[in-house]
Structures are given as structure tokens and as C-alpha cells.
């Protein structure tokens, strides 16, 4: 693996971080950010990762609104 290679997997690590006590769902997001930047010049790829990344910060929403129904 070349060094621009590298910096390129790696370009987008820690834009979102975790909370003090570890947000779990933003360590998925994360990687979607980098799954688009990589697709870079590869418009139709891009448009998909943000698709996936929507539906998954949707399910994340819902999922949260499922658990805290049942920990009340």
C-alpha cells in the first residue's frame, strides 16, 4: 500500500467522533463518510453511500425510539 493510498483510507477518520460514553451509531456513520470519499469521481457510487448512510441513520433513530420504549 502506497503512502497516498493510506492517507486516502484514512482521510476521513475522526470527523465524527463519539461522545463521552461511546455513541455507537456514529462510529457506522463515520464509515459511510468514508465509503463516499473514496467513491470520489464516481458520482452514481457517491449517490448511493448517502443513500445507505440516510437509511441508516433512519434506522438508527428508530431503533433508539424502540429501546427507550422499553426502558421506561
Given amino acids: 500500500m502506497t503512502l497516498e493510498t493510506y492517507q486516502k483510507e484514512v482521510a476521513h477518520l475522526g470527523e465524527l467522533q463519539g461522545v463521552k460514553d461511546h455513541d455507537h451509531?456514529?462510529?457506522t456513520l463515520w464509515r459511510y463518510d468514508q465509503y463516499i470519499a473514496d467513491a470520489e469521481g464516481?458520482?452514481?457510487l457517491?449517490?448511493?453511500w448517502?443513500?445507505?448512510k440516510e437509511q441508516e441513520k433512519q434506522n438508527i433513530i428508530e431503533?433508539?425510539?424502540l429501546l427507550s420504549e422499553r426502558i421506561d
Fill in 25 to 27: 451509531e456514529l462510529d
Fill in 42 to 44: 464516481y458520482e452514481s
Fill in 46 to 48: 457517491q449517490v448511493f
Fill in 50 to 52: 448517502k443513500k445507505v
Fill in 63 to 65: 431503533l433508539k425510539k
